[in-house]
């Protein structure tokens, strides 16, 4: 999830059975943070590497995004398996109404 605030950008990856007020909730908080770190003094760059996060957040990431990825195709599979069975159930005809037809049958 990438969200825009008058702060700057914020991502974050959030489980799936995550509500609207669990998002909201970090990005008060991410907000919070970011403030009170623009009033701390500069830490010292150590290193010549320009690693902005670890290892371990890089991998959630990325496992996070693929899960997304999946979940969006199995849901666009899903679209397309239903309006096959509507055209089907509907023998035919226009779904937007205007094809004429209709028998109902059952």
Same mark, same amino acid.
């Given at each position: 999830?990438?969200?825009?605030?008058?702060?700057?950008?914020?991502?974050?990856?959030?489980?799936?059975?995550?509500?609207?007020?669990?998002?909201?909730?970090?990005?008060?908080? $991410?907000?919070?943070?970011?403030? !009170?770190? %623009?009033?701390?003094?500069? +830490?010292?760059?150590? =290193? &010549? @590497?320009?690693?902005?996060?670890?290892?371990?957040?890089?991998?959630?990431?990325?496992?996070?995004?693929?899960?997304?990825?999946?979940?969006?195709?199995?849901?666009?599979?899903?679209?397309?398996? $239903?309006?096959?069975?509507?055209? !089907?159930? %509907?023998?035919?005809?226009? +779904?937007?109404?205007? =094809? &004429? @037809?209709?028998?109902?049958?059952?």
């Amino acid at each position: 999830l990438l969200v825009r605030t008058a702060e700057g950008a914020l991502r974050a990856s959030f489980s799936a059975d995550s509500t609207l007020l669990d998002v909201r909730a970090w990005v008060d908080e $991410s907000c919070r943070v970011t403030a !009170a770190s %623009a009033m701390s003094p500069p +830490r010292p760059v150590v =290193g &010549g @590497g320009r690693v902005l996060v670890s290892t371990e957040q890089t991998e959630a990431l990325r496992a996070g995004r693929e899960f997304f990825e999946q979940q969006t195709a199995r849901m666009r599979e899903e679209a397309r398996s $239903s309006r096959a069975a509507l055209d !089907a159930d %509907a023998g035919g005809t226009d +779904r937007r109404g205007g =094809g &004429g @037809g209709g028998g109902g049958g059952a």
